[in-house]
């Protein structure tokens, strides 16, 4: 049994008093123990601010990008043994596990890239100089500098290693110190990360703390420099965001949170071709992939009625063709959920979804005498605006195939009833039909991903969250945003406006 420790104050903490147990969802066996007991948050704080902060806003971007190199290195150079953790602690299936490790890994090493590429200067400029006076003399200009205070990073269970990296890539190119908490069912797989992280030693003392555990009393010692990115459910995050503390300081919050993303098929799109080919495809590896705990997996599946059943027919098929099992064993395409209370959640959600439709494959039963395992399900809706399927997200491998008329507009506005979301992809080789879906829906989504034939053989999957390109939502999905290559540093700068005489101005 594997006792996690947090490290703080440049060593490793091991906890007092209460611990968590960690159990593997395959086998329900214990498997590790973790807590925060002990720990002086208000020192972790001051220990980031104090030395973490001025090392890293002492360094230029080149400098701090190669920092995020070597981690990335030291990370990659440990990945056959991380995705057996993530096997045995998370229940990924080895191609979810590398999902998760070589996402970390391809983003750390993005925004290395990115820190090369911005060069030798410590801050950014937001736009070119203007002219205030009469003639350029008197101009401004937008500086952005690193804020002199801590990330903290509150991490989903989900992507243990994906979601805390990209998020410390981002904070530590902008210069910020970062504390990470994990989210504490696969808080194993993100502690012999951190492991990597610290004994590399690349990093300047403070500027990486790891909070195996919960966060104690740390949110109330946050102050107007620092920043709290939180990523988790709704219900969390809207706790998190009203705290007094972060309230009355005015912390700045980024909160990702949960999405009923959609797909949609428009009536185009026949059913030989290969945009078909790729909404079946993509519909299955969303539903399947890490067991359907990715915030980006498709939760709606829109599809013109008179299509309904023929596309209930394909999905049940390649549906039945997915392995379910043991995530050791190669032939299996998914493993359990990542806990007993996810698994109890996903089997009340299939319960509800299951009142107001028909369940096409899949249910709520147990499919295996040990381990947190589910069935994928598909359900068809009685009523594709039925409020039941859009209102509360089922964090498993569980969708709900709803009919439309097959208008753009009204398939936009059935997604939008989903109140904000991070992804929603449409299914068309009619641009204007694709134009008019994306237009309607971008208000209330992060993303907007459109499939064609034209682009169905290189595009990669909805699901998938790159560096390039922001990822968050408004509404639900908790109104943040995220990467999006330099928009991703924004949250970590302050951006001031800087006026004077042209000749005294940064460049
Ligand atoms: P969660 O229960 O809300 O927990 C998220 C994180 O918050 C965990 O680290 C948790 O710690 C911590 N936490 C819980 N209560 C807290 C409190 N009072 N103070 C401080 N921290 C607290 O969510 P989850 O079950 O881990 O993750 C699943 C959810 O995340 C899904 O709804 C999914 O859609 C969403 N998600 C969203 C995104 C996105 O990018 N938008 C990405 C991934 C997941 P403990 O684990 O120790 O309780």
Known sequence: MERLQSHVLGRWHDAAGDLATLVDPTSESPIAVCGSGGIDF????????????????????????????????????????????????????RGDAKFDIDGAIGTLTYYAGLGEKLGARTYLLDGAQVQLGRTPRFSGVHLCVPRRGVAVHVNAFNFPAWGMLEKAACALLAGVPVVEKPGTPTALLAWRIAREVVEHGGLPAGAFQFI?????????????????????????????????????????????????????????????????????????????????????????????????????????AALARIVVGDPADKATRMGPLASKSQLDDVRAGIERLARAGTIACGGAGPIRPQGYFVAPTLIVARDGRDPAFHAEEVF???????????????????????????????YSNDAAWNQAFALEAAPWHGRVWLASDKMAEQALPP?????????????????????????????????????????????
């Not at 008329?405 to 449409?426: F, I, P, W």
Request: charged residues 20%.
């Open 212 to 316: 195996a555990g919960s966060l104690g009393d740390l949110l109330d010692h946050l102050g107007p420099q620092d920043a709290l990115a939180f990523t988790g459910s709704s219900a969390t995050g809207a706790k998190l965001r009203g705290h007094p503390n972060l309230v009355r300081r005015n912390v700045r919050v980024n909160i990702e949170a949960d999405s009923l993303n959609a797909a949609v098929l428009a009536p185009d799109v026949d059913p030989g071709s290969e945009t078909f080919g790729l909404f079946v495809n993509n519909v299955v590896l969303d539903m399947t992939q890490k067991t359907g705990q990715k915030c980006t997996a498709v939760r709606r599946v829109l599809v013109p009625g008179d299509a309904l059943s023929l596309v209930r027919d394909e999905l049940v």
């Open 396 to 426: 498993g491998p569980v969708a709900a195939l709803l009919p439309y008329s097959g208008e753009a507009r009204e398939a936009a506005v059935l997604v939008n009833l989903g109140g904000g979301g991070l992804v929603c992809s449409a």
């Open 463 to 507: 699901g998938m969250v790159l560096p390039q390109m922001v990822h968050g939502g408004p509404g639900r999905a908790g109104g943040g945003e995220e990467l999006g290559a330099e928009r991703g540093l924004s949250f970590y700068l302050q951006r001031t406006a800087l006026q004077g005489f042209q000749g005294h101005l940064p460049t």
């Open 42 to 93: 208000r020192a972790v704080l001051a220990f980031a601010r104090d030395q973490g902060g001025p090392a890293l806003a002492g360094l230029s971007f080149a400098e701090r990008g190669k920092l995020l190199a070597g981690v990335a290195g030291a990370i990659h150079a440990k990945r056959d043994e991380l995705i057996e953790v993530s096997i045995r602690s998370a229940g990924t299936t």
